[in-house]
């Protein structure tokens, strides 16, 4: 469970003020309603530089490393796509770096809003040699997407989602991931649709896909059940 969002041509001296507003969702973010308030498991941030895939990751709470990350933006101003969590455990005892979101493979980068119950189930299909023994749901789905025929991420991840569907149990599928050519959206829930939104939005060159809209100024329209984007990193939406 998560709040996430995802820029592209991201420029940190035009986007500081949506990212300030996206860290304080660890916060006031939206929660399931038989939830405690707060996203407050660890974080993530990934972005490209120069065509390869850069990620930071902690355990700790965006708000209480809010200057590091601020730090590593200084550093990294602008970036054809940068993707950003906040997470919220949904397995006690993973509060940690080792199970922050993102997960990534060579220029492959995965985040994920939901829980698939019966993950385990996933691991027979997966090409050795798979993720680590202690992985939750979230890496196995990636190990899972990663595994399905093809060399096209979008396909390959629309046909692990099928086998979820239809063969398993999950509250969300929403995710936000990337090759580093395209960054990919995708909506889904089998449960409770105000928490597992996603909404998507334009303003200048660049594209948002965000858990909950951050700036009332901008025109933001709620991805549908089962909407997929592939946003080629050059364009709008």
Known sequence: MCRVIGITHFDWSKHRTIIERFCQLA????????????HLDGWGLAFYREGRLVVHKSGASILDERERLFTLLDGAPT??????HLRKSAWSGTSSTRHAHPFFLGNNVFFHNGVVYD??????QITPPG???????TEVFFHHVLSRPGEDLGAQFLASVATIRQQHHFSALNCLFSDGAKLYAYRDFAREPDYYSLFKAAAGDSCFISSEVLDAGMRWE?????????????ETV
């Open 222 to 234: 709620l991805m549908a059940k089962e909407e997929f984007l592939a946003i080629e990193l050059g």
């Open 79 to 84: 970036a054809p796509a940068l993707i950003l």
């Open 119 to 124: 993950y385990q189930q996933l691991l027979a």
């Open 27 to 38: 916060r006031t973010g939206v929660v399931m309603a038989e939830d405690p308030p707060g």
């Open 131 to 137: 993720p680590p023994d202690d992985a939750r749901d």
